[in-house]
């Protein structure tokens, strides 16, 4: 028997067992979105001092969302809610996909809650459901008549900071091996843990997307930890740390000089925060040299 005919049949044995499921494309992080106590702080911070342009507006069942755009397919999103500043801030991670169908049947067959398929107030086609920590995911579509898609090749500002959300930083009370929700169910794949040392326990891992650069960064400050604690953030790519940083001094010259320190990953990592405590960081996307 010919090696192609053995593979051939090797092939189908598996995809039989479920070994080869298909996990419906992704198409990377689309956007992040938080409360912020007010639209004035949104413009004032992730506006003129970030420099990103915003986009537009639309309610949804929450409330009012205002949309700043990093690329044309990443967005930072803020929920207006004048409490925000007492309440966990990360509303949610949302990941496009080509076939929400398929994706909204996939998530579903692996027992995990998924709501129904809605259009949100941008237009988009979108369902929710969470990990196995409970941090909200949302799947959208972005499809070609909504808000975002729309607004292809408009609101790049030259001044924005960053062009990239490389990954989305999310905490959980206790880092698994291998997290069920993103490896087994997703098929992500782990980039890199720390400590390396594999007969400690894991804190820190990132978790790449299939077919895509951007990642997940999970981490576990301690078991007791409430969710979320602060921890959820954009992570903006930067090619010069050292530029970045006099930029953003040149365009507030009270910021103070912390936060900038060597990841665990042995890259440059800066961390800000605004007076709501959302933080945003930023990295090289190479080890320091």
């Given at each position: 028997m010919g090696k192609r005919v053995i593979a051939s049949?090797?092939?189908?044995?598996?995809?039989g067992t479920g070994a080869y499921a298909q996990v419906?494309?992704?198409?990377?992080?689309?956007?992040?979105?938080?409360?912020?106590?007010?639209?004035?702080?949104?413009?004032?911070?992730?506006?003129?001092?970030?420099?990103?342009d915003k986009a537009f507006e639309y309610d949804t069942p929450q409330g009012r969302i205002?949309?700043?755009?990093?690329?044309?397919?990443?967005f930072l999103e803020f929920l207006l809610d004048p409490a925000a500043r007492d309440k966990e801030r990360f509303v949610s991670l949302t990941i496009a996909t080509p076939d929400l169908?398929?994706?909204?049947?996939?998530?579903a067959a692996h027992g995990y809650r998924v709501t129904p398929i809605t259009t949100d107030g941008a237009g988009n086609r979108v369902f929710m459901t969470?990990?196995?920590?409970?941090?909200?995911?949302?799947?959208?579509?972005?499809?070609?008549?909504?808000?975002?898609?729309?607004?292809?090749?408009k609101y790049l500002s030259p001044r924005r900071i960053s062009d990239h959300i490389?990954?989305?930083?999310?905490?959980?009370?206790?880092?698994?091996e291998r997290p069920r929700f993103w490896t087994e169910v997703l098929g992500f794949k782990e980039l890199t843990r720390c400590p390396e040392d594999r007969s400690q326990p894991v804190n820190l891992i990132y978790l790449a997307m299939p077919g895509n650069t951007e990642s997940i960064e999970s981490y576990s400050s301690s078991?007791?930890?409430?969710?979320?604690?602060g921890f959820e953030h954009p992570c903006l790519v930067t090619m010069n740390m050292q530029r970045t940083l006099d930029e953003l001094r040149r365009r507030n010259p009270d910021l103070p000089h912390t936060g900038l320190g060597i990841g665990r990953t042995r890259r440059w990592i800066y961390n800000i925060t605004n007076s709501?405590?959302?933080?945003?960081?930023f990295t090289e996307p190479y080890t320091i040299r």
């Open positions: 049949l090797l092939l189908l044995l598996f995809a419906p494309r992704m198409s990377g992080i689309a956007k992040m979105t938080f409360r912020i106590s007010s639209f004035e702080l949104a413009e004032a911070y992730y506006g003129d001092f970030l420099g990103f205002a949309s700043y755009k990093v690329n044309d397919r990443q169908e398929a994706m909204h049947a996939h998530i969470a990990d196995d920590r409970g941090e909200p995911i949302e799947f959208s579509d972005m499809n070609a008549q909504g808000l975002h898609a729309r607004s292809a090749g490389i990954h989305a930083g999310l905490h959980l009370n206790q880092i698994e078991p007791d930890a409430p969710a979320g604690s709501d405590g959302l933080k945003v960081e």
